[in-house]
Nanobody, 124 residues
Framework: QVQLVESGGGLVQAGVSLSLSCAAS????????MAWFRQAPGKEREFVAA????????SYADSVKGRFTISRDNAKNTVYLQMNTLKPEDTAVYYC?????????????????WGQGTQVTVSS
């Protein structure tokens, strides 16, 4: 089992930056690809970003590309999401997820472990 705990959410104004963290405990963190998803009220959970086990490759949703950066520190068992130039449409609960598929995927079903989520609210 892997336990994931997100932190760093909050209420911010549009245009500012926010950094999320996801601390993992349990089995070997470096064995898992990690991802961030988000879910806005009334909408389905959507992919935001993913990073390979080694951290050598990342992928992003088009809506966040160029503004968000995913990274990981396997020594600290932590994955991060740096969010810049936030927009009101980024408002959602953000979840981190871990999975061990051959390569990181953009669908929620590809991840076995999930955190409880952290709320990010961006006001205009």
């Amino acid at each position: 089992q892997v336990q994931l705990v997100e932190s760093g959410g909050g209420l911010v104004q549009a245009g500012v930056s926010l950094s999320l963290s996801c601390a993992a405990s349990g089995r070997t963190f470096s064995a898992y690809h990690m991802a961030w998803f988000r879910q806005a009220p009334g909408k389905e959970r959507e992919f935001v970003a993913a990073i390979r086990r080694s951290g050598g490759s990342t992928s992003y949703a088009d809506s966040v590309k160029g503004r968000f950066t995913i990274s990981r520190d396997n020594a600290k068992n932590t994955v991060y999401l740096q969010m810049n130039t936030l927009k009101p449409e980024d408002t959602a609960v953000y979840y981190c997820a871990g999975g061990n598929t051959i390569a990181p995927v953009t669908t929620a079903g590809g991840y076995d472990y999930w955190g409880q989520g952290t709320q990010v609210t961006v006001s205009s």
